[in-house]
């Protein structure tokens, strides 16, 4: 999937109302949603830092960090980026200790328009909740393998044929459940994800009349 459709849109930035920026752990798949999701509206943008591959929460981190300290003062004394913004940090649960992750929770607290999305057990199970509502899945590669029977021609990978914006409320609409099911934790501690609470904001921000 190329990532040039979206960016080709950066000589009109002005044209949109809200800018995301997502700092990612994934160097593909996650880089390749959020560009899916920027070719469906005009009225927001999403800008992903350091599509680095492997990058560990500390490294999620850093990104948003430098991002926050040294090119988002130079963007807005050039009128770059909108004063609506939202900054997220997108991560996965599976293989990292919760001393990590509550290092990101505790940084998104401590900062105005800073969140984190977390994925449990990865970020292949919020695709997956685009086609079907993930009960019984044990683990990375089954969450893997019950989605490439979804999208045969998936390798860890997304494109705009993919998914409809239908899939994608409902998806969201799957998700709210299951978080609600478990008494909406900050970091999902069973199969979910709030990636959903991202998604939903940028659906939302894409519909607001001006």
Known sequence: ???RRPLARRKGLRRYRKLFVVSTEGSKTEPQYFDLLNS????VHIHCLGRRRGQSPERVLAAMDKYMKEVRPKRKKRRDDRDDFEAWLV????????DEIDQLHSWARSHPNTHLAVSYPCFEYWLLLHFEDGDRVTGPQECIDRLKKHLPG???GVNSSDTSTDMIRAAVERAKRRHQSQGYPAIPNAFGSTVYK?????????NEKD
Do not use: C, G, P, T
Request: glycine letters at 0%.
């Open 1 to 3: 999937m190329s990532h």
């Open 40 to 43: 469906k509206s005009a009225a």
């Open 91 to 98: 991560i996965d649960r599976d293989q990292w200790e919760m």
């Open 154 to 156: 998936y390798d860890k």
């Open 198 to 206: 991202l998604v939903e904001n940028i659906l939302n921000s894409a």
